[in-house]
């Protein structure tokens, strides 16, 4: 698993015109899911996301995680973060997940960081979303569930 963080002040994604999910304070997490990926990818990454110190502190440094703060997430499936770019002008998405696979293992993630009390919002799995946010830093990570991202 793949995933994009964002340290935002807000942030929403929209599906035909509705909102469907809505943060204050937190992060904005992009999750593609490759070929191979299991549960315990997921589990891993939750764990990260959940305890990665990149909040500030009172005197401005990155000490406090997401639990912290209380913060929320909003959590968005983005199966592009698995495109491969190296071979012509079009990207090759073989290494994703089917959709039915990384389907289950996004909710599981969801449910993994619900189940130790974060607040999470989502997007519509499989949809044209729209997602803005307000990245505040900017504050950014790319997350490896293989290439030891382990807290």
Sequence with gaps: MKAVIQRVTAASVTVGGA???TIGPGLVVLL???KGDGESDGRLLAEK???LRIFS???GKMNRSLVDVGGSVLLVSQFTL????SAGRRPSFDDAAPPDVAARLYEQVAAELRGQGTRVETGRFGAH???DLRNDGPVTFVL??????AP
């Design 57 to 59: 502190d009172d005197q």
């Design 19 to 21: 909102t469907v999910g």
């Design 129 to 131: 979303m729209q997602v």
């Design 144 to 149: 490896d569930s293989r290439q030891g991202s």
């Design 32 to 34: 593609g899911i490759a």
């Design 82 to 85: 698995l495109g491969r770019t």
């Design 49 to 51: 996301i959940r305890t």
